[in-house]
């Protein structure tokens, strides 16, 4: 899966193609595209980079891994408990994630996707950070990281205290400089950068509304804050109506070109009208005492409901990573396949957060 998922031109449909001709993709990991790809029934891009491959395909997914690796990525699946749980159940969603930070986990708080221009009134600032303060002690801040509002909701979000994810239009170590300086500190505060470009590649035109839909499909409603009638930010609120998400607009002064298309959504009933943070609440189905969950932790698990396994490497654990093999020379009697599985069932508990590159600390 790996491999192919690394190849110019090929997507979820193309991949659905090939697994129906051969339903295990194992097979095809040690021979060359040439020998079989005329066997599918492909379409010319897709074609055309399996054939531009100069090796078999699993060992191009081992150098895309390594690189992956040297960049501190993670990599999960749709079955895979870090893997957004929305975007899992999105048709066509995509077969891995390259991702920094913790991902998704179970019984997190809702998600909410806050997108707009990359330019806006500079009056309009205030009113927006303060929504976006408010918006994130309660919910996910997901959204793209670009400049403009994106990363206004982004450093509200870490300065509230809260989780916030950006989907980025390009693989992870190809981020351009606001987005490398802004993916540290979503890390840091205990959120998540995700892609599904594999490494090396760079954003241009066509990789952002594949991103879009990332950020729609990932979250339960969209929120529109700014965004001028030819505004990208449009694309997220389309993917957001096919999604079945909820769609809601924060209106704005009729002379100010990007509340043109928030005003529109609202007028053409698109949009449910945000004047308030009590707003996106209400429609989120948020009562008025409702709060973010409580983390997980020692304090409110039954810590006798843990294997003796897991219980041993939960008292290895601190609250700053460790990583793999530091914790396996101070975890005897376990070898490294009984610690991988204690360390598995410690974060399906909710009690680890794995960082990259095998570190693991206390959550």
């Given at each position: 899966m790996v491999g192919l998922w690394?190849?110019?031109?090929?997507?979820?449909?193309?991949?659905?193609?090939?697994?129906?001709?051969?339903?295990?993709?194992?097979?095809?990991?040690?021979?060359?595209?040439?020998?079989?790809?005329?066997s599918v029934g492909l379409a010319a891009p897709a074609r055309e980079g399996l054939l531009g491959l100069e090796s078999t395909l699993g060992a191009h997914a081992e150098r895309l891994l390594e690189r992956a690796l040297d960049g501190g990525m993670s990599v999960?699946?749709?079955?895979?408990?870090?893997?957004?749980?929305?975007?899992?159940?999105?048709?066509?969603?995509?077969?891995?994630?390259?991702?920094l930070g913790r991902g998704d986990r179970p019984n997190g708080p809702p998600r909410l996707a806050m997108v707009g221009s990359r330019s806006f009134e500079s009056n309009f600032i205030p009113a927006a950070r303060a929504l976006a303060l408010e918006l994130a002690s309660r919910l996910i801040i997901v959204s793209g990281g670009a400049r403009g509002i994106d990363q206004l909701c982004h450093d509200a979000a870490i300065e509230a205290g809260g989780e916030t994810w950006a989907f980025m239009g390009s693989g992870l170590d190809a981020l351009d400089s606001p987005q490398a300086k802004l993916a540290p500190r979503i890390v840091g505060s205990g959120g998540t950068v995700f892609s599904d470009f594999p490494p090396g590649v760079r954003a241009d035109p066509t990789t952002f509304p594949r991103r879009n839909r990332l950020i729609s499909g990932a979250s339960d409603g969209v929120l529109l804050v700014r965004g001028h009638g030819e505004s990208g930010a449009l694309i997220t609120v389309e993917y957001a109506q096919e999604q079945g998400r909820l769609v809601m607009a924060v209106p704005g002064q009729i002379d100010h070109l990007t509340a043109h298309a928030p005003n529109q959504l609202i007028r053409a009933g698109a949009a449910r009208l945000v004047a308030r943070a009590a707003d996106v609440f209400e429609d989120m189905g948020l009562t008025q005492t409702q709060t973010l969950p409580a983390e997980v932790g020692a304090e409110a698990f039954d810590l006798t409901k843990l294997s003796p396994n897991a219980a041993h490497a939960y008292q290895l654990l601190e609250r700053v990573p460790v990583d793999f093999d530091s914790l396996l020379g101070r975890a005897q009697p376990l070898d490294s396949g009984l610690l991988a599985s204690a360390l598995i069932e410690l974060e399906l508990a909710g009690l680890l957060v794995q960082r990259a590159g095998r570190r693991y600390e206390r959550r």
């Open positions: 690394g190849v110019l031109g090929i997507g979820p449909a193309a991949i659905a193609t090939i697994r129906r001709v051969y339903p295990d993709l194992g097979v095809l990991a040690d021979e060359r595209p040439l020998k079989w790809v005329s999960c699946f749709p079955e895979d408990p870090v893997y957004p749980r929305g975007l899992a159940q999105v048709e066509a969603a995509p077969p891995m994630l390259f991702y």
